[in-house]
């Protein structure tokens, strides 16, 4: 018989400690939850209670894997982002609660009630899109990627959240494949690879080890990505749309000036909870 929950929960928190720090306790007991079913308030009532063989064995398996450096969210296979579960896998990024300044941005862009139409580049496990399709009912998006691996991910989501019939998936190189409305599209959104080629190794074990290479890194300067957003999206708003993007530490005022080049206007910088400079946007300017 195994130890009782608690017991398993602090000795692998414990276990965690070197490669998960502060975060040990909770993905230990996120891993627990995962590997026996239970809920977290059981966990609190029936703390005393053992699971059973074949559970507490799984929980042990998961530990080892953590011990790895692999991400909780790809152990679980779901990570948790704008209050919806999406299911990860090592071909999409894991979202992080950074990137809900994104879909902040747009969301504050794209009228609650009005039909409107949206396109998020590299879509990965599709959190940006499905998660704007679900606070907009009379939205319609496409969601845009290289990977049909990720692609699957996205449309597994996309069904699970019984958004499929508003969410197109096309495989395409950045917007080499997307078919643009009528009009142009009133939003555009990314979170692109933005780390330079050389930064790489600096990156934390369980990012650099484990998240899709390509969804990472943009050249040499990180800034590749931005260039061909910035350069293709023009042509493909619609006048007064938005063009929003996730960039990293220290990059926003370089990609304001990407946008600023290309012709567009507005631009704004926001800052995620943390004080960092996390979305660059710009509009379109309206024809006269």
């Not at 590299?122 to 499905?130: A, V, Y």
């Not at 350069?231 to 619609?238: Q, V, Y």
Request: net charge negative; charged share 25%; glycine share 10%.
């Amino acid at each position: 018989m195994s130890k009782p929950a608690f017991e398993l929960v602090r000795d692998a928190a414990a276990a965690l400690a070197g490669v998960a720090g502060d975060c040990a306790g909770i993905d230990a007991e996120r891993l627990f939850l995962a590997a026996t079913g239970w809920t977290k308030s059981r966990l609190v009532m029936d703390a005393r209670e053992a699971p059973d063989a074949a559970s507490a064995a799984r929980f042990e398996a998961f530990i080892a894997r953590r011990q790895t450096g692999e991400p909780v969210a790809y152990i679980v296979g779901t990570q948790e982002f704008w209050g919806l579960d999406f299911t990860v896998t090592p071909a999409t990024l894991i979202p992080r609660p950074d990137t809900e300044t994104l879909v902040e941005t747009a969301l504050a862009h794209l009228p609650p009630d009005a039909a409107r139409t949206v396109l998020d580049l590299g879509t990965g496990s599709g959190c940006i899109l499905l998660s704007l399709l679900h606070e907009r009912p009379r939205t319609l998006g496409t969601g845009a990627d290289i990977s049909d691996a990720a692609l699957a991910v996205a449309g597994h989501n996309a069904a699970h959240l019984r958004l499929a019939g508003r969410a197109t998936l096309v495989k395409s190189d950045w917007f080499a494949s997307v078919a643009v409305p009528e009009g142009g599209f009133d939003a555009i959104l990314s979170n692109p690879p933005y780390i330079g080629e050389a930064d790489v190794v600096g990156l934390m074990k369980d990012v650099r080890d484990f998240e899709p290479y390509t969804a990472l890194t943009s050249g040499p300067d990180g800034l590749a990505a931005y260039r061909i957003i910035a350069s293709g999206a023009p042509a493909r708003l619609a006048d007064d749309g938005l063009l929003a993007v996730e960039v990293g530490e220290g990059q926003a005022r370089d990609v304001a000036g990407l946008f600023a080049a290309a012709g567009l206007t507005d631009i704004r910088i926001r800052q995620d909870l943390a004080g960092i400079d996390r979305v660059v946007a710009a509009k379109k300017a309206r024809n006269r």
